[in-house]
C-alpha cells in the first residue's frame, strides 16, 4: 500500500514539455489522489509556461514600438534625450569620439562653456572618461578645464 507524500514532494516531481523525468516516472508508488494532483499541477505549469512565453513576445512588440517611436525614418534617433543618451555611452568608451557624436549631432555647442556644463552636470558619465578628456594636452580641452567655466559665478 503507498504512503501518503507530502504537498512539498508532489511539487518537487519535475516535467518539461510534457515529458516526465526519470522521478516522475514512477507514478505507481503515488495514490489515486496523488496522481490527479500531480497531473493537475503538471497542467497549471504547462498553461503558465505558455503564458509566460506570450507575455515576452508582447513585452517584445512594445519594445520595438517603443524603440521606434524615437527615431526617424532614417533610422536615426531623434529625439535629444536619446541623443545624449547615446552621445554619453560613446563618451564613456571613447570621450573624444562621444563629444564628437554630440555636436555633430547638435545637441552641444563646440565652446568651452557647453563642454563644461556637459562635464560638470555627469549624467552618466564616468569619472574616468572625464577624467581622460580633461587630461589630455588639447588646447581646447584645457580651456574646458578651468575651474571657472564650470560655476556660474
Known amino acids: 500500500m503507498p504512503t501518503e507524500r507530502s504537498t512539498s514532494s508532489l511539487l518537487s516531481i519535475q516535467s518539461y514539455g510534457g515529458r516526465s523525468s526519470s522521478r516522475a516516472s514512477t507514478t505507481t508508488n503515488y495514490s489515486q489522489s496523488e496522481q490527479d494532483a500531480l497531473r ?3 497542467q497549471e505549469k504547462a498553461a503558465l509556461l505558455l503564458e ?7 513585452i517584445a512588440d512594445c519594445s520595438w514600438i517603443i524603440e521606434r ?40 555647442q563646440h565652446t568651452p562653456e557647453d563642454v563644461a556644463k556637459f562635464l560638470f552636470a555627469g549624467e552618466g558619465l564616468t569619472k574616468t572618461a572625464i577624467g581622460i578628456y580633461l587630461g589630455e594636452p588639447d588646447a581646447f580641452n584645457q580651456k574646458v578645464s578651468y575651474p571657472h567655466r564650470l560655476f556660474d559665478w
Open 52 to 58: 509566460i512565453r506570450s507575455l515576452k513576445d508582447e
Open 69 to 108: 517611436l524615437d527615431v526617424d525614418e532614417d533610422g536615426k534617433p531623434n529625439s535629444e534625450r536619446q541623443i545624449m543618451a547615446i552621445g554619453r555611452k560613446k563618451f564613456n568608451l571613447d570621450p573624444k569620439k562621444g563629444l564628437e557624436y554630440m555636436l555633430e549631432q547638435k545637441v552641444l
Open 40 to 42: 493537475e499541477i503538471r
